[in-house]
């Protein structure tokens, strides 16, 4: 045998056809899930296994469940705050009013001292 394929009348890739050759596939169950934009999602769960009550809508991200009237509202993002924000969630008018006061006071007190102040 000059230069020839173990493999003589197959191809790459070819195999057995049907499932009888391959065994029987598991059995599965379909399950719809609903998001808050309408989507539907079909994934296969095995027939025994258990079905969760959510599902995350692979379209947009949001959370699905099986009820189509019903979907659950989209999760809230926190806002994004500002050190300032969280200052003035604990402090009020005035007293930031008091503490400006007061850092002014001591800046203008180093000025008349000849301190160089950057």
Known sequence: M???????GSRIGAGPIGEADRGDAAPRR???YFCAN??????????EAEIPAEWDCPRCGLP??????NPPAPPRTAVY???LAYVKERRSDAEAREILAEALQSLRA?????????
């Open 2 to 8: 000059i230069g020839g394929s173990a493999i003589r």
């Open 30 to 32: 379909y399950v719809s």
């Open 38 to 47: 309408g989507h539907e999602t079909r994934p296969a769960f095995a027939a």
């Open 64 to 69: 699905a469940n099986t009820d189509e009237l």
């Open 81 to 83: 705050k500002t050190h």
């Open 110 to 118: 180093r000025r008349a001292a000849g301190e160089v102040i950057y």
